[in-house]
Structures are given as C-alpha cells and as structure tokens.
C-alpha cells in the first residue's frame, strides 16, 4: 500500500459518519446478498434418513422424503414436516418465509399486523413483510450500483471527449445531450412497458439510455477548464498523448466531481426504480420491491406498518449512502488534511463555482 | 473618545495581532505589529508573501474576513478615532473617504459591469452627497488628475476596454474622490509592465505631494521602497523586525533578515560557453497569426500577429533572454518553437526541420525539449504525487524499468535542491519555491538539450527567485543545456543570459549579447525599457504605451 493510499484511507476514516455508515450499508447489503439463507420458505439443511440434503442449492421431488409427488417438496407442508421430521431434522432459516412464499395460516385477514410469526407483519397478500424488505433491499441496491456504474463509465466518458477536444464535437454532442435530455422518459418506459415485459435487464437499458447524461456537464466543464492548464500543456511538452494526458492529468480532477456526484446518481437510480415499482411500471409482478411496498402501505392505510416500513428502510438507506458518498469525496480531496474537519474548503467551493460558471456558457 | 489623549499621529497601530481561525487550531497572521503614519509621509511595508503585510493594511480598514479573523489585542487609531472594534457606521465615514485604498488586480476590483463614470460616482454619491452633474465634473477632473487621456470618452468605458496602466489610473481616481488623509497601496503595481509601473509610481508620488496625503506602501520590491518611501517597516512571519529611514535600512540594514532581503537580488554573470557551440534550436522567420473573424460567416477578416517574423538561435550552453511587456509574444513563441502551439516558419532542432512534423514523430522528440512555466501553482497536477510528476515523462519515453525510473526522480529531486522522499508527497505540500524545483525537475528527469523557461521566477519571491536563478545556472553548466529564457525582469536576465532578445508586438526590437544591450542600447524602445525596470524611471517616449 502505498503513502498515498494510506493517506485517503486515513481521510476516509476520519468521516466518522461517513465510515460508520460504509461498514453499516457494507453489512446490510453482505446479509441481504446471502437472502436465501435468511428468509427462504426452504429449510436449509435437512437430515433425513442418515443423510443429508441442501434444499437451498438442489431441488428434492417429495418422493425423496416419502412423500407422493414428483413435483418439488412443499417444506411448509405440514404433511411434509412430519414425514421429514420423523425420520430427522431440518434447519430452517431464522426467516421462514421467501418473498412469494405466502402465509395461509394467518389468524386475521391479510395484510396482517406484526407478530410473533411475521415481524413486521404482512402485505396485502399475505407475504412477509421482512422477507420482502430483505430481497427489495437486494435488488434496489444491485440495481442503482449496476446502473450507477455504467452511466458513470459512459458520462465520463462523453463528457471528458466533449471537454478535451472542444469546438465542434462539442457543440455538437451539447445539442444532442440537450435534445436527448428533452425527451420524456417517463411516457417512454411508460409505451415501453406496455410493448416488452419489464425485466431487471430491460429496465436497466432502459433508464441507462437517459441517466448517462447526468454526469457530462460536470465532467465536460472540468476538462475544458483543465485542457488549457499549464500542466497539460506540460505534459504534452513531455510527449504525453492525449489519452495519457486525459486520464492521468484532466480525470483525476474530474474524478472529486464526479464522485460527489454519484451517491446522488446512485441514490437517483435507486428513487427512479422504486418509482417506477410504484406506479407499477417496474419489475415484473410479484417480484419484491420497496416501491410496490409503498403502493400497498398507500392502498392500505389501515396498515401502517406497510407503509411505515417501507420509508423508514428507504429512508435509511438513502441517508447511508450519501453519508458514505461525502467520506469518500473527502478521502479523494488532497488538500483535506486529517486535523481540518470543516465540509467545504473554500477552494473547493471557488473551483466548483468556476466549473458551474462553464458549464454556464 | 474624548478621554483619549489627542493623537500626535495621523495614524498609530500599537500591538496589532491578528489571528486566522482555522478548523481546531488558529493560524497567528500579525504578532504584534506598531508603527506610526505622520502626515504627508510613505511608509512602506515590506515583506516576502505570507509575512502579514497585506493581513496588516486590510486591518487598518477593518475589511479581513471577520469573525474568522479577529484581533486578540492591539489597537489602530486613526486621529482619535479608534478603528479597532469600531461600529460598522464609523467605519463606513472612514473608508474610501479619510482613508482610501488600492490593490494589486486592477482588472478584479472594478466592477466588470459598471461604466467607469458609475464605478467613481459610487464613492461622490456615498461621501459626499453630490448632485449627479456636480459629480461628473469632479469625476472627468479626478480623471484628468490621474493622467488619463481623452476623460470623456473613458466616462462610458467599461473596465475591460482599458489596459492594466490605465484601469489602475481609475482606480487611484476612485480613491482619490474624497481627498483622504491617508493612501493604502497594496501591491499598487505588481500586476503592471515595468513601464507602466514606473508610470503609475510618478503618479503615486506626484499626487501625494499635490494634496499632502499620507501613503501606506505595501510591496515585495525594495527597487519601489527605495523610489518612494520616506520610512520603511520590514516584515517576516507576521513581525516588524526592523524599521529606518530609507536611506539608513539601504545603508546600514541591522536586522539579519533585512540583510537577507537586501542580498537577495539576482546575482551572478552568465556562463561564458564557446561562442562556436552547435546550434541546438532556431526559427527563421517564425511566425504565429490569430484569425480576427467577423460577421455571419465568420470571415477572416484580418490577423493579430502574435509572433511576426521572428529569427532566433540557441547554441548549447547558450541562454538567450527573451524581454518584453505582457502580449509582446515571447511566451507564444517559446511555445511555438517547442511545436506546442501552430506556427509558420523553419523550426529547426538539432539541425532538422521540424516544422509539419506530425505529433506522433515529435513524441520521440519531447524529451530533448522541455519546457519550465511560470506558475508554479498551475503547472503541477494536483492530483498527482510529485514523484508521478517528474517519472511521467520517463514512463511515456519508455526509459528505464519502475526500479530505474524511481532511482531517476530521486536524483533528478537531489539535483534541484530538495529531498528524495518528497516524491511520495503532493504539490500542494511544497513552497512556490520548491514546486518551481519541481518543475525543473521534471524537465531534467529526460536529460533534454533545449528548455525553455517560461518566465520561471516571477512568481516566487525575491529570495527564492535569486536560488531558482542560481540553480539554473548550475544546471546549464553541468548539462551543458540551452535554454531561451523569457522574462519581463531584466534583473533576472541579465544574470542568466549571454545574449538578449528584445521584442515588442510579436517583432524583435533589438538583438545581441547581453551586455552590449545592457550598456548601450541602440533603440529607443530598449532603453525605455531598461530605465524602467532598472530605475523605475518613467520614460516619455512615443515606443512606451501608457
């Protein structure tokens, strides 16, 4: 590891909130990657006539447990229990349920309130609430970093273009950008759904053709600013190409920007998606999301718990993840030194008022 | 206040102290800082940057950035008036009215969109109550007063029609509307030509006498202290360490940082390599045209002539010295010669046209031609470490595996005077001093043959400037490089260089070695020029802009 890199790790870590947050999000979002170890409507390990069986990983007919199917085992059966735990035992996940598994044997009519059973209750069909928070939780996150990543890698990439070379490319990408921007993504996604079934992929595409963009006016106003720095003109003294020079000398000081910018265009991407779930637009139905939560705690006001959650765990998560953004922008600025502890240096401020000025123009 | 015993002085600060609060700890600027203004009389504060000069004058107008600021003791009376502390409302009757101030940057402290009429009115309108002819004819006076020519015109002018010379003028105009008792000057002209400063001193001096005002002189230069001031305080880290009369602080300086300052004036002569040394880098008839383009189509209706017909030749070991005003084209055709920056004309290297060769051919070239900027500041990635700095170049030439290239830096660090272990730190950590060494260094680090040096030492203070000239000096005798050294003080040039190139609106006024130029000048344009920067004398001469 180099000084350097020990350097930002140490400025990471003085974020007290910021690094508290990061191993927080870090162990929501291991626990939630391993779902089907936590809330599964399959027991996890099954001992069954001296032998062992992983429900989780293959999928056992109910005949290899005595049972009269050829079809997959209902380990919820209570026909099923009892022939498994005549002859063994089973260990069941803390969570029994999955996010579709749905609970028939509930003693009020569904969405039920927070029991014993169901700690934060059931949705209006009688899946668990926590079960589907678990798996929502999952793929909101998969899907704004996944979708985070690829705008950033194309935004930077379309704006460092535009800002370095200037001139004619451009204006020319300028007036596209402005044109594209104009269209209305909603009403798209809306004909778009109504054409192909919204899947995880589709709607990745899908918002990805319209959220590169967010990051080009930030990176572009860098890079014109930079391009006519005395360091660049010092590295092309040095014969650097403009590539090298692009990446090593104009990008790291794209990189504060940009890295500032994207807790928010993570944050966007996972708003946009839960959204979308909302108005119904989203994922495929029955898939777990925290914007369908929301529709249904709006549906069912009876049922606070249904909304209340849903906001909360939102609410949270947002809340890390822009906290977790803010320490690494400081680990990443040089000129933060351990002992100052105040959020915006003046230079800062003075540089990121010279970039809006030029992205102004 | 009336209590208070009547005060001998136009203005006395004992005990000043500022301190700057700045996240746990606070940062002391002033430590105890006294001197006394009489009327009618110069004092100069002088000091390298960061010794509190300026942090000293903008507290006498009470205009630091409080509450960040604050003043844990100390006391600034102007007459009988407290400053110190004082209520807003007493301080708005002092300022620009009884004391008047003026700054470096001409171009940043006028409003970029008022007329200049407007920007003079402000200061009649808020004094003095004037009705708006009446202010008018007192603003084309103060204009006149100041030397600008045709004032009436200039009413309706905005700031960036003006040059440098004549939006200072204004701005002594502004602050001469009240008549006050008492001038601040800070930095008055360190962003002017030589001619234009020593312009601008006459007029500061001529003025001062005219309405008996006192004058506060803030500057780094001790050829401006020497011209103009009556007493002089010498600042460092935030302390006055000596104070004397003029003429005894030239003669007789006591303190060892006085000393210090007053030794630290570019010394030295420049090596005398063989006159029959191998041309390395020379230009016929260089020339760089910017397109003046008009109207709907963009039709090129003209050319401003950056670099216009430019000869010039450097041998190994040789320096030639570049010298002109701001726009006279000596760092386009630095950049120009280096192939940074399109040109017309022969640009031979080493004996090889290079001129049409495309970038690719040239990368192999890049490392036999480097090129050292003026600014410090700007001219180091700030993103990068400084040991990426100065190894870039290696890695792009393929020179060398990632063992060599670090042994490299770490010479090339020890050579320029810093320590190896700095290449592991960012820009940022460093001086102007010792980022200037750093630049050098990256220039080194290939073993080039030509450099060019872009105006090296005008950005760092007098001391420093002396070590940088010092060390290039040493380098050029060990490398046996060449350089073209361009720079608008003359001092620096003629400790470095063997021959001089004077040139003015993109020609080349008048040629030779150096001394010769030095000692007598053919043209007239030259020796306005040399009586400006060496005796900031103003020279009336059709050759010198106002």
Known sequence: ?361 | MSLMPPNPDLLSVRGLRVDFRSGAGATQAVKGVSFDIQKGETLALVGESGSGKSVTALSILQLLPYPMAHHPAGSIRFRDTELLGAEEKTLRQVRGNRIAMIFQEPMTSLNPLHSIERQINETLFLHKRLSSSAARARTLELLRLVGLLDPEKRLTAYPHELSGGQRQRVMIAMALANEPDLLIADEPTTALDVTIQAQILALLKDLQSRFGMALLLITHDLGVVRKMADRVCVMNQGEIVEQAKVDDLFIRPRHAYTKKLLSAEPRGNPLSPPEDATEVMAADRLKVHFPIKKGLLRRTVGHIKAVDGVDVAVRRGHTVGVVGESGSGKTTLGLALLRLHASQGAIRFDGTDIQGWQPKRLRGLRREMQIVFQDPYGSLSPRLSVGQIIGEGLGIHGIGDSKEREAMVARALEEVGLPPEARNRYPHEFSGGQRQRIAIARALVLKPKFVVLDEPTSALDMSVQAQIVDLLRDIQARHNLAYLFISHDLRVVRALSSHVMVMKDGKVVEQGPTQRIFEEPREEYTRALLAAALNLEAVESPAVRT
């Open chain 1, 1 to 361: 590891m180099t000084p350097l890199t020990r350097r930002r790790l140490a400025n990471f870590k003085a974020n007290r909130r910021g690094f508290w947050s990061f191993w927080i999000f870090l162990v929501l979002f291991v626990v939630s990657l391993g779902a089907e170890f936590i809330a599964n409507d399959k027991p996890l390990l099954i001992r069954y006539e001296e032998q062992y069986y992983w429900p989780v990983f293959h999928t056992y007919p109910e005949t290899t447990f005595g049972g009269e199917f050829e079809t997959e085992t209902d380990y919820r059966d209570a026909y099923v229990r009892d022939l498994i735990n005549g002859k063994g035992w089973m260990v069941w996940p803390p969570i029994p349920y999955s996010y579709r598994t749905i609970n028939y044997n509930l003693p009020v009519p569904a969405p039920a309130p927070p029991s014993a059973d169901n700690w934060l209750g059931t949705d209006d069909q009688g899946r668990d609430v926590v079960a589907r928070l678990i798996y929502g939780f999952r793929i909101s996150v998969l899907f704004g970093l996944v979708l985070t990543a690829f705008s950033s890698v194309i935004g930077v990439a379309a704006g460092a273009v535009q800002g370095y070379f200037g001139g004619l490319t451009d204006l020319l990408f300028q007036r596209f950008i402005e044109i594209w921007q104009g269209l209305p993504t909603l009403f798209l996604l809306i004909i778009l759904a109504s054409v192909v079934t919204p899947t995880f992929w589709w709607l990745l595409g899908l918002l990805l053709l319209f959220s590169w963009t967010s990051l080009v006016h930030v990176v572009r106003a860098e890079f014109l600013r930079a391009r006519n720095l005395d360091y660049v003109r010092a590295a092309k003294a040095l014969g650097a190409g403009d590539v090298t020079i692009m990446v090593r000398h104009v990008l790291p000081n794209a990189m504060v920007a940009t890295l500032t910018f994207m807790p928010f265009i993570l944050n966007g991407s996972i708003t946009t998606l839960t959204a979308l779930d909302f108005l119904g637009f989203g994922l495929p139905p029955g898939s777990p999301s925290l914007g369908e939560l929301l529709a249904q705690g709006k549906a069912n006001l009876q049922a606070p718990w249904l909304g209340l959650t849903a906001f909360f765990v939102l609410a949270i998560m947002l809340s890390l993840l822009i906290f977790i953004g803010e320490a690494v922008r400081d680990a990443f600025d040089p000129r933060k030194t351990i002992a100052q502890m105040s959020t915006a240096l003046p230079g800062e401020a003075a540089a990121a008022t010279a970039a809006r000025k030029e992205a102004a123009e």
